[in-house]
């Protein structure tokens, strides 16, 4: 006999991990086809033999990037026709057929294309990507509002929603390696379009799971951007720096994107020629999770006893002094110059952990501030820009070190066989990338941002804030749910898809 359904005081389905696993399955979509993005670089420099022309183009297509989501939210926000099921949920279907071939389309084979061929390709199918990734991305983030009204179940719907995130992570992140390189350490740009075909098909399957299994209770008119009367770009930039905590926040959020997503490329490339084993180097990135994953359980308790800020300045130190170790290098012994590569990241990605615990709570406080010190808070201007320097940064960051690369001697045609001096070089470079980012991690958190526990205090109580502890919840959902990153609010943990780092951070679109 069929187990009677439950329904609620609404005639709708009862919340229960029906729920939960249906929003993770979403995630699990989403990192299905943004887990390949971190190969874009090599695949273009190695495969399709483009080095400087690539970092040229990487900029253009991360403005493009930036622009993308407003754009795409503003057309979903426009559309006032009925829906069977829901608005949001009719995108995400939309979205998902699209990215089958989407992300493929940023892989396509041809190497003996002329320049500008390629060119045209790499924009062209990053454009398209872009367009249906955004599409079902940013709709998904803003279903939480609609699943749930009760901070409880929106909690677990974050919770699972980081299982979900850290899983599409993961099993791209461990088995790839082994499939698109050789023996030699060489990539074989086919398979790299074939894989990004076949993990497109597992995104789809994993959507229509979400789509299939999400109970809609919060009847409601939710927008993706809120209503603006004339905005002057001008005007809210100079605003949005007289914030010191929303300048602060992003330096360091620029910081980090520019180490970890610039230093990606040199990092595999130090896995072909200097470690000569390329197929590990996703299980090391996934062992330099550990201390992510063991920080988090407890960052609600440090937090409400230490201040986000104070936190935030030990992990920027911690990764700073971890960074300064990988220039230390043992020759003449890969082995345990491996090894000791590995615990100089776990340390590494401990500082960061720490960080990008407290980094949107961090920014929920600007908006905050902003409301204390001019009266306006003047939510969407500030995010957006927040968003757009993050944006930035994703190909700034690449492009700069990919230049950097080509200068000390990396030719992108000679594979996994840079000589010797370039591995050493690239090994070098990896280093130097980290301790950039921990600096300016440290310079947006210690020095910029001034919203410490006592202030933080101060600006609640004057605001009338009922904030008894740091443990209350964070409700930044509405906001920044298109964004790639690893959100933690004051006691509640979300990974949002788009930028994994290269820990697995975390989801940027």
Request: charged letters at 15%; proline letters at 3%; hydrophobic letters at 50%.
């Amino acid at each position: 006999m069929a187990k009677e359904q439950q329904l609620d005081a609404n005639g709708k389905r009862r919340f229960g991990i029906r729920d939960c696993i249906a929003y993770a399955a979403g995630d699990l979509g989403c990192n299905m086809s943004f887990a390949l993005k971190s190969t874009m670089s090599i695949f273009w420099t190695q495969f399709m033999g483009m080095d400087l022309w690539y970092a040229l183009l990487l900029i253009v297509v991360q403005v493009w990037d930036a622009i993308n989501d407003p754009l795409i939210g503003t057309i979903i926000d426009a559309d006032k026709r009925k829906y069977k099921k829901n608005k949001f949920l009719s995108y995400i279907w939309l979205g998902s057929i699209g990215l089958i071939v989407g992300g493929a389309c940023c892989f396509l084979p041809f190497p003996g294309a002329p320049e500008w061929a390629k060119a045209i390709i790499f924009i062209a199918g990053y454009v398209v990507w872009d367009a249906f990734y955004t599409i079902a991305n940013v709709p998904y983030g803003s279903l939480l509002g609609l699943i749930s009204n009760d901070v409880k179940d929106r909690a677990s719907l974050s919770a699972w929603r980081s299982i979900g995130s850290i899983f599409g992570n993961m099993l791209p992140m461990v088995i790839l390696p082994f499939i698109i390189y050789d023996s030699n350490q060489n990539l074989i740009g086919e398979r790299v379009f074939i894989a990004a075909l076949i993990m497109g098909a597992l995104g789809f399957i994993f959507f229509q799971v979400m789509i299939r299994n999400t109970e809609i209770r919060v009847e409601q008119d939710v927008t993706l951007n809120e209503p603006k009367q004339k905005f002057n770009v001008f005007k809210a930039f100079v605003a949005f720096m007289k914030n010191r905590p929303a300048v602060g926040a992003t330096v360091a959020a620029m910081g980090m994107f520019i180490g970890m997503q610039g230093a990606a490329t040199a990092v595999t490339v130090v896995f072909q020629s200097y470690f000569k084993n390329v197929q590990i180097s996703g299980i090391v990135q996934l062992f330099s999770m550990i201390p992510i994953v063991c920080f988090t359980p407890l960052a609600r308790k440090m937090v409400a006893k230490y201040g986000k800020k104070e936190l935030a300045v030990v992990g920027s130190i911690c990764s700073i002094v971890a960074a300064l170790a990988l220039f230390i290098i043992i020759p003449g012994n890969t082995g345990l110059d491996l090894v000791f590569y590995i615990i100089s990241q776990l340390f590494f990605s401990l500082g960061l952990g720490i960080y990008s615990t407290v980094s949107w709570a961090m920014m929920g406080d600007a908006i905050d501030y902003n409301e204390w010190k001019t009266g306006n808070r003047e939510e969407g201007t500030v995010y957006s820009l927040h968003s757009f320097f993050r944006k930035l940064a994703q190909g700034i960051g690449p492009a700069l070190v990919l230049v950097i690369m080509v200068a000390f001697g990396y030719v992108g045609e000679n594979e996994g066989n840079q000589v010797w001096e370039v591995a050493v070089s690239m090994r070098y470079l990896v280093a130097a990338t980290y301790l950039v980012s921990a600096i300016l991690q440290f310079i947006g958190l210690g020095v910029i941002y001034n919203l410490d526990k006592k202030m933080l205090a101060q600006m609640n109580e004057e605001l009338g804030r009922n904030v008894e502890t740091a443990e209350e919840a964070v409700e930044l959902e509405e906001t920044v749910e298109s964004e790639g990153a690893v959100k933690v609010g004051d006691g509640e943990v979300e990974v949002i898809e788009g930028e994994p780092t290269e820990f697995g951070d975390a989801s940027e679109e």
